[in-house]
C-alpha cells in the first residue's frame, strides 16, 4: 500500500503553500456574542410589532431575522469531524485519488497546486491531470511534478485530449483510477492546506456520508478590496449556511477547489453528469452541485470546516460579475433540479424553499427600504441600514477566529473591515445582477477563461 505519510526529505522543501486553522476557543466565544445580537435585533422586531400595528415591512424583517438567527443557532452546534484511533487505520486504507481538470491555466498556478498535494500529511494514492485541450504547453510541469510524485510514492496520470469541458475530464480524470475508494475534485488554480485530505477524509468515518465540502479562502484576498471582500463573503458563508446545513447532513453545494465523494457516486452517475442539458444546450457549469445532489440522494452531504482550499478570485469588477452570473445561473438550475429529486421529507427540501422565499421577501425589504428613501428622507432608510450593518458585523465576525499563515492580525481586521462595503455591494450589484442570470439562465457556457 502506498504510504499516506510525505517522506521526511519531502516534506518541507518546496512547501509554500499557505496554511489555516481555526483558534477553537475564539471561535465558540464570538460564535456564542453574535448569535445574542442576533437574538437580541430578533426580539426588538417582536417588540416592535407586538407595541403596534403589524406592516408588511416589519412581517418581513422579522422573517428575515427569524432564517438569520435560525441558521446561526444551528451552526453554533457545527463542529469539525474527529476520529478515534480505529476510524483513523480504516481511512488511512482507502485509496483516495485527487481529480484535476485543467484548461489554460497558469502554468507556475498548476504546478504550485499540484505541488500542494504532494506535501500533504495524508498523501493521496494518486493525481490524475486532464489537459482538456490547453493552448499552453505543459510539458515542463508534467515532468517536475512527476519527479517529485515518484519521489512521494504517488501516481501521477496526466493526458492530454481535446476540449470538451470541464465535466468530461472530472469523468476523463476518475476513469484513470476506476479502484478508488475516494475521488477529491480540486480546481487547478487551487492551493491545498497541508492537512486537507487528512482533515477531508475524517467525515467519511461515518457510513452515511456521501460527501464532503472543504473549506474555501481566497489565495490573493490582499489584491484588492474584491478579493479581500470574496473572502469575507465566501467565510462568513461557509460559517453560517453551510455550517447549518451541514449540521442536518444537507449541504446543497460543494466547492470544487475541495470536495470530496465517495468514489461510486462520481462512477454511477458519470453517464447522467455528462448528459445534462438547459433547453436542449449541454451544461458547461454547476458540476459541484450536481455532484452534490447525487451524494445528497444517497445519504448525507457535510462540510469539514478544517479541510482548507486557497482559490484565486477575480480582482477585476467585469471578470467577478461574469463568476457571479455563472455561480447564479447554476443555482436557478440546480434549484429545480433538487426540487424535483429530493425527498419531500428531507431537510434539504424545505431549507432550499425558504432559502429561495428568502430571496424574495429581501427583495421586497430592499424595495421598500428604496421607497423608504424617496419618500421619508434618509433618516428610516439609515435606521434599517444601521441595524443591517450591526447583523452582519455579528455574522461575520467569526471570521476573526480564522488564523491563516499568510495574514498578519491587521490584515484580518482589514479584511473584516469590509463588511459595510460587502453589504452594500450586495443590496446594489448582486442582487440585481441575480435577476438578470435568472433571465438569462440559458446561457450554458462557461464564461470565463477564453482561449
Not at 25 to 34: F, T
Not at 208 to 225: D, H, K, P
Not at 313 to 330: F, I, K, S
Request: aromatic residues 10%; charged residues 20%.
Amino acid at each position: 500500500m502506498t504510504s499516506t505519510t510525505p517522506p521526511e526529505s519531502t516534506r518541507t522543501a518546496g512547501s509554500s503553500a499557505p496554511e489555516a486553522h481555526w483558534s477553537s476557543s475564539l471561535i465558540l466565544r464570538i460564535g456564542a456574542i453574535s448569535g445574542l445580537v442576533v437574538v437580541s435585533a430578533l426580539l426588538l422586531l417582536v417588540i416592535r410589532l407586538l407595541a403596534s400595528p403589524a406592516t408588511p415591512f416589519f412581517v418581513a424583517l422579522l422573517f428575515i431575522s427569524l432564517m438569520v438567527a435560525g441558521q446561526l443557532l444551528v451552526a453554533l452546534f457545527a463542529r469539525p469531524f474527529t476520529t478515534d484511533d480505529a476510524e483513523a487505520r480504516e481511512l488511512d486504507g482507502l485509496r483516495v485519488v485527487v481529480l484535476v481538470p485543467c484548461y489554460n491555466e497558469d502554468a507556475a498556478l498548476l504546478e504550485e497546486s499540484l505541488r500542494s498535494m504532494l506535501h500533504q500529511t495524508r498523501l493521496p494514492s494518486a493525481i490524475s491531470v486532464i489537459d482538456d485541450g490547453s493552448l499552453i504547453d505543459y510539458s515542463v510541469v508534467e515532468t517536475s511534478v512527476r519527479t517529485a510524485a515518484e519521489a512521494c510514492g504517488i501516481e501521477l496520470h496526466w493526458k492530454r485530449t481535446e476540449n470538451h469541458g470541464k465535466r468530461y475530464a472530472l469523468i476523463n480524470a476518475a476513469r484513470q483510477e476506476p479502484d478508488a475508494d475516494i475521488y477529491m475534485t480540486v480546481d487547478s488554480d487551487s492551493i491545498l492546506d497541508r492537512a486537507a485530505i487528512a482533515e477531508g477524509l475524517k467525515p467519511f468515518a461515518d457510513e452515511r456520508i456521501q460527501s464532503v465540502a472543504g473549506f474555501l479562502l481566497v489565495l490573493n484576498y490582499s489584491e484588492g478590496w474584491l478579493a479581500r471582500m470574496m473572502e469575507l463573503l465566501i467565510v462568513s458563508w461557509g460559517l453560517l449556511e453551510r455550517s447549518a446545513l451541514s449540521v442536518t447532513g444537507s449541504v446543497l453545494v460543494n466547492s470544487g477547489a475541495c470536495a470530496l465523494y465517495r468514489a461510486e457516486i462520481v462512477r454511477e452517475n458519470a453517464a447522467d453528469f455528462l448528459s445534462e442539458t438547459i433547453l436542449g444546450r449541454p451544461m458547461a457549469f454547476s458540476d459541484d452541485s450536481l455532484l452534490t445532489l447525487f451524494a445528497l440522494e444517497r445519504g448525507r452531504a457535510v462540510q469539514q470546516p478544517t479541510s482548507f482550499a486557497f482559490s484565486r478570485m477575480p480582482t477585476a469588477v467585469r471578470p467577478h460579475l461574469v463568476q457571479q452570473a455563472r455561480w447564479m445561473r447554476g443555482a436557478i438550475i440546480r434549484a429545480w433540479w433538487r426540487f424535483k429529486y429530493l425527498p419531500l421529507n428531507s431537510i434539504a427540501y424545505w431549507v432550499l424553499a425558504l432559502k429561495w422565499l428568502q430571496f424574495f421577501i429581501s427583495t421586497l425589504v430592499f424595495v421598500f427600504v428604496a421607497y423608504l428613501l424617496l419618500t421619508t428622507g434618509p433618516f428610516n432608510a439609515f435606521l434599517f441600514g444601521l441595524g443591517w450593518l450591526t447583523m452582519q458585523l455579528a455574522i461575520s465576525s467569526r471570521y476573526l477566529a480564522l488564523r491563516r499563515s499568510d495574514q498578519t492580525r491587521r490584515q484580518r481586521w482589514g479584511v473584516y473591515a469590509m463588511v459595510p462595503v460587502m453589504i452594500v455591494w450586495q443590496a446594489i450589484v448582486l442582487h440585481p445582477l441575480r435577476f438578470y442570470a435568472y433571465a438569462t439562465f440559458a446561457r450554458t457556457g462557461w464564461g470565463s477563461r477564453k482561449s
